[in-house]
């Protein structure tokens, strides 16, 4: 944009944002560019544009998962400068050893210009996070009643600002960062749990106690042989969860190293022990979506994660089963696979820090 666009969009004269703009140039946030605007209208003589310095600051989120850690940057701009995925079993190592592991593996590949200029990391865990930053709950990885905001806040520059947040909420936030969606939007993260959160009209709905939208902790009822009682509860993610599906797959197909790739790979492939596996996995997460569906009307759900990328196969048989468990269902709402299946809430977690930033009370 030009200065005098800037000063009218701001609402101020031309000296006032002149000031501002000045300070921004000196301190190396913007630069001038010859380059049109966006728009690709120009009339008159080109004028110089101004630009956001895109090395000018960084932002680091950090998924910390079951099995893996992922880890996305943002230049100031917003676009990823870096991305990295790698294995880490946390339920292996006592909270405190985890986060600093993590945390120090992440800041090494960095680099140390990159570092110098880091003004935000956001850690997006599967667990329910109060709103000071301490981790109550995180079944899936064993944690529990751990103030990890106080941990990172010892283990970080007091420049650099600092968020927890849920994973599936990262998630939500990462994937609506760029445009507004109205409405209600169920998202779901994917992976060994299954993670929820919900966005209405853009903005993230927590629920009373922050654990809306967590539709992995619904129970279903599972006959048990030799049992009296012949039933038991599990939870949906136990039953459509990565391990649930590796283990199944591994059951069915006698290959006890096989991976959740190799599953995958075997439904690319319509091998039959695969596809019967896939096609529970469609079932079961159709009949909870249903429920979800009736009770919070979502115009959208959001799969994220990598086992999302099942839904690709079986999408029509997840349709298929909505429709056979409700059929008074006219118009479900539409189902679509986040294209960062594998750092979503990673890259969600760097939007946080990157939108606080830039925010009014920054």
């Known amino acids: ?21 000045g300070h921004l140039l000196q301190e190396g946030y913007v630069r001038e560019t010859n380059c049109l605007p966006s728009s690709g209208r120009q009339m008159g003589r080109p004028g110089i544009m101004l630009e956001l310095v895109p090395e000018a600051l960084y932002f680091l989120g950090v998924e910390i998962g079951v099995a893996h850690v992922s880890t996305v940057v943002l230049d100031f701009t917003g676009a990823v400068v870096q991305s990295e995925r790698r294995l880490y079993d946390t339920r292996g190592e006592p909270p405190a050893a985890a986060v600093e592991d993590i945390l120090r593996d992440a800041f090494a590949s960095l680099g140390a210009d990159m570092l110098a200029r880091l003004r935000g990391i956001a850690l997006a865990i599967p667990a329910h996070i109060d709103p000071g930053g301490h981790l109550r709950l995180a079944p899936q990885i064993g944690w529990q009643d751990f103030a990890i905001q106080t941990l990172v806040r010892k283990l970080i520059p007091s420049d650099v600002a600092i968020r927890i947040e849920n994973d599936a909420n990262a998630l939500a936030i990462g994937h609506d960062y760029r445009e507004f969606h109205p409405g209600v939007t169920l998202f779901l993260l994917m992976e060994t749990g299954i993670g ?28 048990v042989p030799g049992q009296e009682q012949g039933e038991r509860y599990v939870s949906l993610e136990d039953l459509i969860g990565k391990d649930a599906l590796v283990c199944a797959y591994r059951g069915a197909s006698g290959e006890p190293l096989a991976s959740f790739d190799d599953f995958l790979a075997a439904v690319s492939d319509r091998v039959p022990e695969a596809v019967i596996i896939a096609e529970e996995w469609a079932k079961t997460l159709a009949q909870a979506l249903c429920q979800t569906i009736r009770t919070i009307d979502p115009n959208r759900i959001v799969l994220g994660g990598c086992v999302s990328a099942l839904y690709r196969f079986v999408g029509n048989r997840v349709q298929h089963h909505l429709m056979r468990v409700d059929p008074e269902m006219t118009e479900p709402p539409r189902i679509l696979v986040e294209g960062r299946e594998q750092f979503g809430a990673a890259f969600g977690a760097a939007c946080i820090m990157h939108k606080e930033f830039l925010s009014r009370e920054s």
């Open 1 to 21: 944009m030009s200065r005098a666009d800037l000063a009218r969009d701001m609402g101020l004269n031309r000296s006032s944002s002149g000031h501002i703009i």
């Open 196 to 223: 929820g959160g919900i966005v209405v009209n853009g903005e993230l709905f927590r629920g009373g106690r922050g654990l809306a939208g967590e539709i992995g902790h619904l129970r279903f009822p599972r006959s």
